[in-house]
C-alpha cells in the first residue's frame, strides 16, 4: 500500500555501535569449515569485521547512550522530544516497553509520548512513518525514533548461517516538521504467511524459554541451533528480496513520479554485499548508487543498517546538501517498505562507540 | 537454453574446471549455502528464472538442476 507525508523532516541521525569488534577470520576458526569457502563468503558477501555488545548489554543500554550523548553535546534538548518511537525485536523486557525505560532512565518529560513498535531490518521506514503520523499532531513537535537491537546475543554461537554476520547496534533520528511544503513517498508491504523465515521459536509465551530450548540441535552442515536462537532461511530470504523489492521500489517511483535517474542513492538494509548487488543489477541501477559495504565494517545491525549507510557512507555531506535517496528496507514479518525522501542540510549525522 | 553454457557458469560457483551432467551436487565440497544462492542469482540473472530456494535443494545432479532452470526460464 502507498503511503504520503507532507511537510515532514528527518534533522539528524546518531547511530550507536559498540566498541567491541569481532572478526569473520577469527570467529570461522571456530567452524568445522574449508578455510578456501569462508575466504570465498569473505569475498563474496563482504563479511568481515563487526560489531557486537558485551554480555549483559541491553538495548536501553546502548539507546540511553547515545542521547546522553545528544544532551552532552547540545544536539537535542531533553525538554524538547514530544514522542519516543523505539523499534526493536530484542526489548529489555515483555513489560514495560523499552521506550518507557528509556524514558525513565533519562528522565524524561511525563507530558510525552512512548512507543515501542516490534519490526527489523524494516524497522528504519516503518518507524519514520510513525514518527510522521505523529507529526501531525499540534502539540508533537518533536520526535525522537530509536533503532536497537542486540541479536548478537540470539545468535547460536555454533551457526555458521547466523553467527558471523549479526551486528548490534541503535540508531537516535530525529524527525520534525518542514517549513518547506515537501513530499514524501512510501509504500509497504507485508506477508504475515511466510514469516517463519526469520523467526526466534522460543522465548515467548507460545514457546516459554526452558533448559530444553536452550539445547544446541543439530540442524545440517555442521550448524548448532536451539529453539532459543534467531533462525533465518538465507536462501528463503534472498528469493523474497529479490522478487519482491524490484517491483515495490519501481511501483513507489511511479507513483511519486520520479525517474529511477533523478534518485541520488538507494540506501537499503545491508544483509550482505551479494544480495545488494544482485537487488541493484535486478533494478538496473549502478552499484555505486547503492551502498552495500556497512556489513564489512559493522556487521548485519537489523533496524540500524539503513542510519549507518546514512552516517557512514553520507556523513558530513548531508550536512552541507540536499539529496533525492530511496530507503528501502525488508525482513521479519515479513515485511518489505520503500520511502522516497530528500534527506539531507542534517544538524548531525554521526557514529560513536558505545563503551 | 544452452546446457552447455548453463555447467560452464555452474563450474564457476563451484570453482571447478568443469561440471558433468550426471554429478550429484551434494558430493561437490563446494556446494554449500553460499552455492546455492549463487546458482539462485545466476538463474535469475541469466535466464530469468525465479527459483525457489527449497527447489534447489530437491535436485540431486547438474543435469536435474539444468532441468529445473529450464523449466522456469522466461
Known amino acids: 500500500m502507498n503511503f504520503t507525508f507532507h511537510r515532514k523532516r528527518i534533522t539528524g541521525v546518531l547511530v550507536v555501535v559498540p566498541e567491541n569488534e569481532r572478526s569473520f577470520s577469527e570467529d570461522m576458526k571456530n567452524f568445522n569449515f574449508p578455510e578456501a569457502r569462508s575466504l570465498k563468503l569473505k569475498e563474496v558477501m563482504g563479511f568481515d569485521k563487526r560489531r557486537v555488545v558485551e554480555p549483559g548489554v541491553c538495548v536501553s543500554d546502548l539507546a540511553v547512550f547515545g542521547l546522553e550523548q545528544l544532551f552532552n553535546r547540545g544536539l537535542l534538548h531533553r525538554d524538547e522530544i514530544d514522542a519516543l518511537i523505539l523499534v526493536t525485536q530484542t526489548p529489555d523486557h515483555f513489560v514495560p516497553a523499552t521506550s518507557s525505560i528509556v524514558q525513565g532512565r533519562l528522565h524524561l518529560k511525563p507530558d510525552m509520548l512512548c512507543l515501542d513498535i516490534s519490526q527489523a531490518c524494516a524497522g528504519f521506514v516503518v518507524g519514520l512513518m510513525q514518527t510522521f503520523m505523529l507529526l501531525e499532531q499540534e502539540s508533537i513537535k518533536k520526535v525522537v525514533l530509536i533503532n536497537a537491537d542486540v541479536l548478537s546475543r540470539k545468535a547460536s554461537p555454533k551457526d555458521r548461517n547466523i553467527y558471523p554476520l549479526i551486528g548490534d547496534a541503535a540508531a537516535i533520528t530525529v524527525v ?30 507460545r514457546m516459554p524459554a526452558t533448559l530444553e530450548t536452550a539445547i544446541l540441535e543439530d540442524v545440517g552442515d555442521n550448524n548448532l541451533r536451539a529453539k532459543d536462537h534467531l533462525f533465518m532461511d538465507g536462501a528463503a530470504i534472498f528469493n523474497f528480496v529479490q522478487t519482491e523489492v524490484p517491483p515495490l521500489i519501481e511501483g513507489l517511483l511511479a507513483t511519486a513520479g520520479v525517474s529511477k535517474d533523478a534518485v541520488d542513492y538507494f540506501l537499503c538494509h545491508q544483509p550482505n554485499r551479494f544480495m545488494l548487488q544482485k537487488l541493484a543489477d535486478k533494478m538496473k541501477v549502478p552499484h555505486a548508487k547503492m551502498p552495500n559495504n556497512v556489513v564489512e565494517r559493522f556487521g548485519n545491525n537489523s533496524g540500524v543498517s539503513i542510519p549507518t549507510v546514512i552516517t557512514y557512507d553520507l556523513g558530513d555531506r548531508l550536512l552541507r546538501e540536499k539529496l533525492q535517496v530511496c530507503l528501502a528496507g525488508f525482513g521479519a514479518g515479513l515485511t518489505w517498505c520503500a520511502m522516497l525522501v530528500s534527506l539531507g542540510k542534517l544538524d548531525f549525522n554521526l557514529i560513536t562507540e558505545y563503551k | ?67 529445473l532452470v529450464a523449466s522456469k526460464q522466461k
Not at chain 2, 14 to 37: G, H, Y
Open chain 1, 176 to 205: 520534525e516538521r518542514d517549513s518547506e511544503d515537501s513530499v514524501i513517498h512510501a509504500s509497504l508491504k507485508m506477508d504475515g504467511a511466510r514469516g517463519h523465515a526469520l523467526t526466534i521459536p522460543a522465548g515467548g509465551l
Open chain 2, 1 to 67: 537454453m544452452d546446457k552447455i553454457i548453463f555447467y560452464e557458469q555452474l563450474a564457476k560457483i563451484l570453482d571447478l574446471e568443469e561440471v558433468k551432467p550426471e554429478n550429484v551436487l551434494i558430493d561437490f565440497e563446494a556446494w554449500d549455502s553460499l552455492s546455492v544462492l549463487s546458482v539462485l542469482a545466476m538463474a535469475d540473472a541469466k535466464y530469468g528464472a525465479s527459483i525457489k530456494a527449497e527447489e534447489i535443494r530437491s535436485v540431486v545432479t547438474a543435469a536435474d538442476l539444468a532441468d
